[in-house]
């Protein structure tokens, strides 16, 4: 069964330093998505990615964040300097064109600790 | 008002138990309505979409109120495995947000 994966699965990184966070999507898959949930908390959009350009985005997702797809297979998620408030799990998810089933297959996740 | 709101229970049962969750959703424009599943410290995952007549996959049944604005997730003879969080979630129309409510926890215990 395609799944999305997602690398590294936990990162530790010191306040201040750039992270990128990886996720190759399932192969026919067309949207992408980053979201992030601080532990505890609720799952939470932090943008939406389409034709090779952010369709949409958060007010979470402010200019310290940007994502790429460099290469037709990876979509990236680069955090330039972190902050503490960064530390959670970021899950990477992918859906097909079909719009109307709107089904997202999730990573396992990436988990940012930021100290 | 939340774009998506869920009570966050815990909600403790018996097995063989029925439990039901209720969600709220403040955007009326919202079209697509799903219930995912998660476990503990792991990725979300689909159990069911939600359509307009209602719907049901074994176990589960999934109703939608557009009037009303309110989404359910009714589960009859609950398992030990039922035992996760029951994510409400919601996508505009014509948009590609998906919202996720803060999900409801549910404990089943044998």
């Known amino acids: 069964e395609p799944e999305v994966t997602q690398t590294p699965s936990h990162q530790v990184t010191q306040m201040g330093q750039e992270v990128i966070l990886r996720c190759v999507p399932i192969s026919n898959h067309l949207y992408f998505y980053w979201y992030r949930q601080i532990l505890g908390q609720k799952v939470e959009f932090l943008v939406s990615?389409?034709?090779?350009?952010?369709?949409?985005k958060s007010e979470i997702f402010d200019d310290q964040f940007s994502v790429e797809r460099p290469d037709g297979s990876n979509f990236t998620l680069k955090i330039r300097s972190t902050k503490l408030e960064d530390s959670a799990m970021y899950f990477c998810a992918s859906r097909d064109l079909d719009l109307s089933t709107g089904e997202l297959f999730f990573g396992e996740g990436s988990r940012l600790t930021v100290l | 008002r939340k774009e998506v709101e869920q009570d966050p229970g815990p909600f403790n049962v018996p097995e063989g138990a029925t439990v039901a969750f209720n969600c709220t959703y403040s955007?009326?424009?919202?079209?697509?309505f799903f219930w995912y599943r998660q476990d503990c410290r792991k990725e979300p995952k689909l159990l069911m979409s939600?359509?307009?007549s209602g719907n049901e996959d074994g176990r589960f049944t999934a109703q939608l109120n557009r009037a009303s604005q309110y989404i359910s997730l009714l589960i009859r003879d609950s398992k030990l495995s039922d035992s996760a969080t029951y994510l409400c979630?919601?996508?505009?129309?014509?948009?590609?947000?998906?919202?996720f409510g803060a999900g409801t926890r549910l404990f089943v215990k044998a």
């Open positions: 979630v919601v996508k505009k129309g014509g948009g590609f947000k998906t919202i």
């Open positions: 955007n009326s424009a919202s079209q697509s």
């Open positions: 990615f389409y034709n090779n350009e952010i369709s949409e």
């Open positions: 939600v359509y307009s």
